[in-house]
């Protein structure tokens, strides 16, 4: 277990530091000169040139790399261009919006998609099956933001029960906060949701044809029986895979929703910074955000081991 | 091939409509797309403007017309890329490891699962950050993301492939990796890789339509389903048709290739059928 | 009334015939075995007794277990049934457990099952019994062991334990030792062999090999297309067998090929000179595989190369076809170091063992059987080449029509000719057949071996055939070697070899190996010998 769990620490952070090369590369290396190519059309030269000064420009990139890295481990990710804060200020509010509708997002796509799933597989054929299915092909085909939209003028104008839009700040309450991100969360969800039913009927059927099935059923189990006890942990193998990829699919998918919602979250930032040349706030959000990604591939990884004891040997699976 | 699946034939049907409706858009639109007619603003849908017009007056169904060939041609360079650079190096991941060269394909394979911690978004919001907006943004964001999931598809179908007792036939009659991996290898996995295509494809269109909603893809004037969507919310609640018709276009769409590739998946796939007769029943 | 009586059985999927109109009968500790080729409708049998069958199935005719019709019973009351009065070991160890539960929790969620009432160390005692009956020893194989850690034989015994701690009335066993090898054969069929007599359970016994069930059954039951053809008492069964099927299946079993003597003076076509292959396993661990091989084959004769799974057979064949490098040693082929060069390769080709695996599905035969000229400098023009690739069809038995199929139109029997008319193709010196007759029925692998000595007096071509099986190797080779552990144990004639084995490990093979020609009553006097009582 704890050769398997270094293992897979050392690929996490071999991934992580490319990452981090590519992100630097990409936006400080490729452009050419930053500091010009943020000032815009309108800056000046000693402006351009005192930006240079700040960023730590006139370092060498391999230089300029290790501080930024460096800066990051003690917390410290730069000042922004345009707002003059601290990034790391910026970012850490917004964490707080953006990071609670992923994770909510996440668990209602799991709570939807499993018993769906598992439904679907267990009554293959019927009208039942045939109606979950058709609705998740469906699911699967809709852009979330579209229904984001339409999920707004549905809640907020048709039915006028409250406003779909906003958010009041944890301040003014847990449950409160919570409210104001479940539709948010519930649009980003459904199509992932949609895709994650299809992958867990699937599983579920293709699990239910493997022969320590027909051994649970020799031993007396009914079919339901031996699907709940046997099919079921077996089945998840595959969904934890796609579960570890949706996670990286909700956090952007969020980035966009934000802007629907009206959430103070890193997607509005994003997009401010992207409009407004800041490529400090730019290149902070976009770290943190594969920083995410990588360590969740890295917790899916662990729950693995976690479901399957061949893998806690440390060998292949 | 066996008889044809009624999700093939409804997805089939759907896709060819839109591949239609995209070709035709280069020859004729009921209007010019960018023809601006303020006095036209807001009509709703009926005989003149079948999906109505918007605040520019524009005909929306002109628009969506000219989108659909934005957003085919966006994603189908899209996957051609991942196809095009992806199977290559799935192949050749697969034959080296096959071959004693396991160190080659472990380092493809982390290359692989870099790529996937840049969802596309965050790739196109780098790009665009750096080189400002653009439909080629789109093109290569979604592209590069495509590249590992062909990769580790044709390497996954490869592995398997390389134990069958015809490869080893092969080498026994002297043939190389790479006469191998394209006589043998490659076409005995074309079937799931056009599945898999389809299924791309679809994502490719609903990722091309995310970027563009954010303005991270194609560019005013030229008409995006996506930006279409963007400029409709505003609008919402006194013109709601500037949102059905686009959103419901890039459904229909990605429901017919998504229907498309299920139906291939169950003609193609011959393991699905003999499972299907030996079940266990309840 | 028997315990087990099967009447006018008959069984449709999809409206196609499976079975029709079975009967049959197992009493109380009796071992009552069913014999047949693939599609006999053996299995479907047993299926239909425990009734975990296909969907779409259709069953007529009764099956009576302990005086009651349980083709009559609901699904819910069927599980009752699995739960109490039938045992069920399946062909497939390796997939038969399920890999995320402990071996423990799979034994005791079976005699839960069955007795809901006992106490949670009632249940663990009885689980640990269970597994120590079947030879699972408590200290080696606690309950918390995954199956991963097992072997495929320890994997059936706990299978088995499974099936018995149920204690069932009827235990029915399909195919439980196929994918064995012979020495784990033996011990499984004589752990069974016990555990009937110990319990007084019914075993119906489900193979396809006459010789395997030959020793343990008291009762053989023939099926052939869905029927039974044959059915009569173990004793003197085989000495009053009434039907030509029967007759051939025996005749299968111990069949003699006409061979010739290779003169001393031929010359050599393949030469294994002290050949070492390692495999790297972790850090600074080797496994080797192949330790110290040499042998010669002469022009015209035929070796067979037997071991066990894991002996190193394999990897030394593959050394052999040039598909890996070696550590030490040498390989000559036509007198020539061989080491996967190209111009050498004519001399040399191989038969698999899957008919199915073996050809790219999607050429067609023609293109499949030229393949190995690719190793040719100058390889024949297209005519030519057509020409050659009929002949050889017609050599083995196809016609030129052939040419322009696809393999799946052909049965396995017939594949595994395809097989032998490409490695025929550019007229090597030696073909290796790699347990090439395994995967076939019974009497095809008989046609397939006549056909093999038939074109080695037409070729004058060696074989080394690489096999698990002592039986075929007997029939077909002039002289054995018998590998364990990546070492050559013991070589010789072949005949010399079987009657007077030198090294133990090659007694304990051919003691395990099913023969049909085998005296029952002293295999009992051997069981005894195993059996301890608790």
Redesign the interface.
């Known amino acids: 277990m704890i050769h398997y769990i270094l293992k897979r620490l050392t690929?996490l952070l071999?991934?992580l530091i490319?990452?981090t090369i590519?992100?630097f590369l990409?936006?400080e290396v490729?452009?050419g000169d930053p500091a010009a190519?943020m000032m815009g059309l309108s800056g000046s030269t000693e402006a351009a040139d005192a930006l240079r000064v700040e960023l730590g420009l006139d370092k060498g990139a391999l230089e300029r790399y290790f501080s930024w890295i460096g800066g990051m481990l003690s917390g410290d990710f730069g000042i922004s261009y345009t707002y003059r804060v601290p990034v790391s200020q910026l970012i850490g509010e917004r964490t707080l919006v953006s990071v609670p509708l992923t994770v909510y997002a996440l668990i209602l796509s799991t709570l939807i998609a499993i018993p769906v799933g598992v439904i679907s597989a267990?009554r293959r054929g019927s009208v039942v099956d045939t109606i979950l299915m058709g609705v998740a092909?469906?699911g699967?085909?809709?852009?979330n933001?579209?229904f984001a939209?339409?999920m707004?003028?549905v809640f907020s104008?048709s039915l006028g029960w409250f406003s779909a839009v906003g958010f009041p700040g944890w301040e003014a309450g847990f449950w409160v906060s919570i409210k104001a991100l479940t539709i948010p969360a519930f649009s980003l969800a459904l199509p992932q949701a949609a895709i994650l039913a299809r992958v867990m009927r699937s599983s579920v059927l293709e699990v239910?044809?493997e022969d320590y099935?027909?051994t649970a059923?020799a031993k007396g189990l009914s079919?339901?029986q031996a699907l709940i006890r046997h099919g079921l942990r077996n089945a998840m193998i595959p969904v934890l895979t796609i579960l570890g990829?949706q996670f990286?699919?909700l956090?952007?998918?969020g980035?966009?929703i934000e802007?629907?919602f009206s959430l103070p979250g890193l997607g509005r930032l994003?997009?401010q910074?992207?409009a407004q040349?800041d490529?400090i706030v730019?290149k902070s959000?976009?770290t943190l955000?594969?920083m995410a990604?990588?360590m969740i591939?890295f917790i899916v990884d662990l729950l693995y081991a976690l479901v399957d004891p061949r893998l806690r040997e440390g060998g292949r699976g | 091939m066996r008889h044809l699946s009624l999700s093939f034939i409804i997805g089939g049907v759907l896709t060819f409509i839109f591949t239609f409706i995209a070709i035709l858009s280069f020859f004729w639109t009921p209007y010019d797309v960018e023809a601006i007619n303020i006095s036209g603003k807001f009509a709703v849908p009926g005989l003149d403007h079948i999906m109505g017009t918007d605040h520019f007056g524009r005909d929306i169904f002109s628009m969506v017309m000219v989108g659909t060939r934005n957003a085919i041609a966006v994603s189908l360079v899209a996957v051609g890329i991942g196809m095009i650079l992806g199977v290559p190096l799935g192949l050749w991941a697969a034959g080296s490891r096959m071959n004693?060269g396991s160190l080659i394909d472990e380092i493809l394979m982390?290359g692989n699962?870099?790529v996937?911690?840049?969802?596309?978004?965050?790739m196109a919001?780098?790009?665009?950050?750096?080189?400002g907006p653009g439909a080629i943004n789109a093109i290569i964001a979604i592209g590069i993301f495509n590249i590992p999931v062909f990769a580790r598809m044709s390497r996954g179908g490869a592995l398997s492939l390389w134990t069958?007792?015809?490869i080893?036939?092969?080498?026994?009659?002297?043939?190389g990796m790479m006469r191998i991996s394209y006589?043998?290898i490659l076409?005995?996995i074309l079937n799931i890789l056009i599945v898999q295509a389809t299924i791309q494809f679809?994502i490719a269109i609903?990722a091309e339509?995310?970027l563009s909603?954010?303005?991270l893809g194609t560019q005013p004037p030229n008409p995006s389903l996506?930006r279409m969507?963007n400029e409709?919310?505003t609008m919402?609640?006194f013109a709601?048709w500037l949102?059905w018709f686009p959103?419901g276009v890039?459904?229909?769409m990605?429901?017919g290739l998504?229907?498309m590739g299920?139906g291939l998946r169950d003609m193609l796939d011959p393991k699905l059928k003999k499972?299907?007769?030996?079940?266990?029943?309840? | 009334m028997s315990l087990l009586d099967i009447q006018d059985l008959s069984l449709s999927?999809?409206g196609t015939t499976i079975l029709d109109k079975v009967n049959l009968s197992v009493e109380k500790g009796q071992v009552v075995a069913i014999v047949g080729e693939s599609g006999s409708g053996k299995s479907m049998t047993s299926s239909a007794v425990i009734r975990?069958?296909?969907?779409?199935?259709t069953i007529s005719g009764a099956i009576w277990l302990k005086d009651q019709n349980i083709s009559d019973k609901t699904?819910k009351e069927m599980c009752t049934v699995r739960a109490h009065d039938i045992g069920m070991v399946f062909q497939e160890p390796m997939t038969a457990l399920n890999p995320v539960e402990t071996i423990g929790s799979q034994v005791m969620e079976a005699i839960r099952i069955s007795e809901p009432g006992l106490s949670r160390d009632e249940v663990r005692q009885r689980a640990e019994l269970a597994l120590h009956r079947v030879g699972l020893d408590n200290q080696r194989f606690p309950l918390n062991t995954y199956p991963h850690k097992l072997s495929g034989g320890q994997r059936q015994r706990v299978v088995i334990a499974i099936a018995i701690s149920q204690k069932p009335a009827l235990l029915i066993a399909d195919e439980p030792t196929t994918a064995l090898d012979v020495t784990t054969q033996a011990k499984i069929m004589t752990l069974l062999k016990k555990l009937v007599d110990q319990d007084k359970m019914g075993l119906l016994l489900i193979s396809h090999d006459l010789a395997v069930v030959a020793n343990i059954a008291d009762h053989i039951v023939i099926m052939k297309d869905g029927q039974v053809v044959e059915q009569g008492a173990r004793d003197g069964f085989f000495e009053n067998m009434k039907h030509d099927y029967t007759k051939k299946l025996f005749a299968a079993a111990h069949h003699k090929l006409q061979k010739k003597f290779i003169a001393d003076a031929a010359e050599p076509v393949l030469e294994v000179r002290g050949l070492n292959k390692d495999y790297i396993i972790g850090r600074n661990e080797k496994l080797r595989a192949v330790n110290d091989v040499s042998f010669t084959i002469k022009k015209g004769e035929n070796l067979g190369l037997v071991g066990e799974s894991g002996c190193g057979k394999s990897t030394l064949a593959r050394c052999i076809?040039?598909?890996e490098?070696f550590q030490k040693g040498e390989i000559l082929i036509a007198g020539q170091k061989f080491n996967g060069e190209?111009r050498l390769?004519r001399h040399?080709?191989?038969v698999?063992?899957?008919p199915y695996?073996?050809?790219?599905?999607?050429h067609t035969v023609g293109r499949?059987v030229a393949?190995?000229?690719?190793?040719l400098d100058n390889p024949p023009n297209s005519e030519e080449r057509k020409q050659k690739v009929i002949e050889m069809l017609e050599h083995v038995g196809l016609s030129a029509s052939d040419i322009d199929k696809y393999p799946h139109e052909f049965s396995g029997g017939q594949r595994q000719r395809i097989?032998i008319a490409?490695a025929l193709i550019t007229e090597p010196d030696i073909i290796l057949l790699d347990e090439a007759t395994s995967a076939l029925d019974v009497l095809i692998r008989d046609q397939i071996l006549e056909l093999l000595a038939r074109l080695t007096s037409v070729f004058g071509i060696s074989y080394l055939f690489v096999s698990h099986d002592l039986a075929t190797v007997k029939n077909i080779t002039d002289r054995v070697l018998v590998m364990k552990d990546g070492v050559i144990v013991e070589q010789g004639i072949t005949a010399e070899v079987y009657q007077n084995p030198s090294h133990p490990y090659t007694k304990s093979l051919l003691e395990a190996s099913p023969d049909i020609t085998k005296s029952k009553v002293k295999n009992k006097e051997q069981l005894n010998d195993n059996i301890f009582q608790h």
């Open positions: 690929s071999i991934t490319v990452a590519v992100i990409i936006i490729v452009p190519y267990s092909q469906i699967v085909a809709i852009p933001f579209w939209i339409l707004v003028l104008t239910m044809q099935i027909r059923r079919q339901r990829l990286s699919f956090l952007a998918g980035i966009i802007s629907i994003v997009f910074s992207i040349r490529l730019v959000i976009v955000l594969v990604v990588v591939t | 004693g982390r699962d870099l996937f911690a840049f969802p596309s978004l965050l919001i780098m790009i665009t950050a750096v080189f069958r007792d015809y080893m036939a092969a080498r026994v009659a002297g043939k006589e043998h076409p005995n679809s609903i339509a995310s909603y954010v303005g996506g969507l409709a919310q919402i609640f709601p949102a959103g890039i459904v229909a990605v429901l998504n229907l299920d499972r299907k007769a030996g079940d266990v029943t309840a | 999927i999809h975990l069958l296909p969907e779409g199935t699904e076809l040039g598909l490098d190209r390769r040399i080709n191989v698999f063992q899957d695996g073996s050809f790219n599905p999607r499949l393949e190995p000229y690719y190793a097989a490409r």
